[in-house]
T-cell receptor, first 112, second 114 residues
Framework: AQSVTQLGSHVSVSEGALVLLRCNYS??????LFWYVQYPNQGLQLLLK??????LVKGINGFEAEFKKSETSFHLTKPSAHMSDAAEYFC??????????FGKGTRLHILP | DAEITQSPRHKITETGRQVTLACHQT?????MFWYRQDLGHGLRLIHY???????NKGEVSDGYSVSRSNTEDLPLTLESAASSQTSVYFC?????????????FGPGTRLTVL
């Protein structure tokens, strides 16, 4: 069965610093992987997705993620954090029957 | 513009009452999903539907039911509300087939059961 594990329920970075949110996956088939973002009091929205094309995936708002099969990882990065990036981020994997399996989320705090 | 809406946005009810949360989408999507979000658990799937008259149980379906009589709506019913069902509920929809992995979420309903 497919699953994802997000390392760290809270991550704090200074404004302008590198953002790195970690996600490892477990899948018996080539995975479809996603990052979703949830801003306060809102629903989730898709940030980016990996569907077996390029291993480096670029998303909205300057975020990108790299699929590394050897490490079973799909970490999310952004070179320079902005205050508006404060949100909760969910890594997810698609199951065989079109369901999305979400991780438990990582709340990103941006320090001024 | 197409959208997905939920109502009410906030609801307070009492233990034992029946509660129905509405979800309406104008994307014309076949797939619709209900999740609950709780601290430390992320999003957990309650029920989902792949089309009219189709419903399926998710990982936390006990105490909840859904019905799909048209493409646009998937109401979620709590038959007899319990305090353990206090949560934020999200509805989502997606295309069938190739782009089914992109789910579009509603704004959520915050339910409190006293």
């Amino acid at each position: 069965a497919q699953s994802v594990t997000q390392l760290g329920s809270h991550v704090s970075v200074s404004e302008g610093a590198l953002v790195l949110l970690r996600c490892n996956y477990s899948s018996s088939v080539p995975p479809y992987l996603f990052w979703y973002v949830q801003y306060p009091n809102q629903g989730l929205q898709l940030l980016l997705k990996y569907t077996s094309a390029a291993t480096l995936v670029k998303g909205i708002n300057g975020f990108e993620a790299e699929f590394k099969k050897s490490e079973t990882s799909f970490h999310l990065t952004k070179p320079s954090a902005h205050m508006s990036d404060a949100a909760e981020y969910f890594c997810a994997v698609r199951s065989r029957d079109d369901k999305i399996i979400f991780g438990k989320g990582t709340r990103l705090h941006i320090l001024p | 513009d197409a959208e997905i809406t939920q109502s009410p946005r906030h609801k307070i009810t009492e233990t034992g009452r029946q509660v129905t949360l509405a979800c309406h989408q104008t994307w014309n999507h076949n797939n619709m999903f209900w999740y609950r979000q709780d601290l430390g658990h992320g999003l957990r799937l309650i029920h989902y539907s792949y089309g009219v008259h189709d419903t399926n149980k998710g990982e936390v379906s006990d105490g909840y039911s859904v019905s799909r009589s048209n493409t646009e709506d998937l109401p979620l019913t709590l038959e007899s509300a319990a305090s353990s069902q206090t949560s934020v509920y999200f509805c989502a929809s997606s295309e069938k087939g190739g782009d089914s992995d992109t789910q579009y979420f509603g704004p959520g309903t915050r339910l409190t059961v006293l």
